[in-house]
């Protein structure tokens, strides 16, 4: 008996701790069992090759204590958007990116999304947050639209979910750019939207990167715990003011004077060089001219750029060219290094590896191919072009 007891307490507890339960079925037959039982549903729509959705169903929604929760209070589904159902039930609810987390109640209305991958805690404390019928997007969106007048917190809610979601709304976000005071420029959930709107222009005088402009030193502060962010931030309006003196260059007309005012007060902050190189940069690829666009691009990633991942890109962009002259190739090279002395990592590691590898650099092609492969395996990735890479090199080494 003591045996048997032990048994059905592990299976318990196996049970308890598996996280969430996803059904089987259909989403028609989930609405029917969330009605039955007095539950939500909740639907992951994902797609095989998106990244985030795996980390998502490896890491995340195996949690014990998310599991608990969401198995008490939803009927779980998981749906392919490119297989079976999935494709008429992406076009249905407008699922354009992967993950997306959808939640329902027993009737089939969306009453909330939310989009991408969070770790099991977050995710937790969001749908929680659900349960409370007031801080459901459905919720709050019948409430904006019922008044032209709303009170400031639910616009911001709003604005701040809405744009979670990848969907804007200017007219309301021009509202509440009108109602913000000092301290709403130290939101970071409000910043994150207005810098989404600010970056769909080349100008800088549109009222969203004015607004950030004329409060920068506050929106600074407010993110010095957030180190990360603030560098990203600078990353942004580097671009952002380039793309501005670029249009100078291209129409002498244009009126320049934001960007300029803002640059002279702030050259302590960012480099004057880097912002008219960057402008030329653009100038010159409105031009086409490869070979200047080049000296260029080599001048700003080895004197400026110290994003890990932005010089990995470029090093890539580079390998991917089977024209690229050897001049670039080793342009190329020099950026992956760098990007690789920042911070060492399988992507930026695999670049390094193929690209010493094209310039016949067989010997250390292989012991950064032979160290992607290891970063590769640890971090759970797909090493097998990398392996084909070590495979090619062993030969060529023959």
């Not at 039930?89 to 997306?100: D, L, M, R, S, W």
């Not at 010159?284 to 691009?297: A, C, G, M, P, S």
């Not at 020099?334 to 590896?353: G, P």
């Amino acid at each position: 008996m003591k045996h048997s007891f032990f048994f059905l307490y592990l299976v318990g507890f196996q049970i308890f701790s598996q996280g969430i339960r996803f059904e089987s079925g259909t989403f028609a037959e989930a609405l029917v069992k969330a009605k039955n039982e007095g539950k939500l549903v909740f639907v992951d729509a994902y797609t095989t090759w998106c990244g985030p959705c795996k980390w998502l169903a490896r890491e995340v929604f195996p949690d014990s204590e998310l599991g608990k929760f969401y198995n008490e209070n939803f009927v779980s589904l998981q749906i392919d958007m490119e297989k079976g159902e999935g494709i008429d039930f992406a076009k249905k609810y407008n699922v354009q990116a992967y993950p997306t987390l959808l939640y329902f109640d027993a009737e089939g209305n969306e009453i909330h999304r939310l989009l991408g991958a969070r770790e099991a805690f977050r995710l937790l404390k969001e749908t929680k947050e659900l349960m409370n019928e007031d801080n459901r997007f459905s919720t709050i969106k019948k409430l904006i639209e019922s008044s032209e007048q709303v009170d400031k917190n639910i616009l911001r809610k709003y604005l701040v979910l809405l744009n979670e979601q990848g969907e804007s709304d200017e007219k309301r976000l021009r509202q509440y750019l009108d109602l913000m005071t000092p301290e709403d420029w130290k939101d970071i959930d409000i910043l994150s939207v207005l810098l989404d709107y600010s970056g769909r222009t080349e100008d800088c005088s549109d009222p969203y990167t004015k607004g950030i402009f004329d409060n920068y030193n506050t929106v600074i502060t407010a993110l010095a715990m957030y180190p990360d962010y603030q560098r990203s931030l600078k990353e942004f309006f580097y671009v952002k003011l380039a793309k501005s003196f670029a249009r100078k260059i291209d129409d002498k007309k244009y009126d320049n004077s934001v960007a300029e005012r803002f640059l002279k007060s702030n050259e302590n902050v960012f480099v004057r060089d880097r912002v008219m190189l960057t402008a030329q940069r653009y100038a010159e690829k409105n031009k086409n001219n490869h070979k200047k666009l080049l000296e260029i691009d080599n001048i700003l990633y080895e004197k400026y750029i110290e994003n890990a991942d932005q010089l990995n890109n470029a090093a890539w962009e580079i390998y991917e060219n089977p024209d690229a002259s050897k001049k670039e190739l080793k342009y190329a090279l020099s950026w992956a290094r760098k990007s690789v002395q920042i911070r060492e990592e399988f992507y930026n590691t695999d670049t390094l590896a193929h690209l010493l590898y094209r310039l016949g650099y067989w010997q250390e092609a292989r012991q950064w191919a032979e160290r992607s492969v290891a970063l590769g395996r640890e971090a759970g990735e797909d090493v097998t072009l990398t392996e084909i890479l070590l495979l090619k090199i062993q030969n060529a080494g023959k």
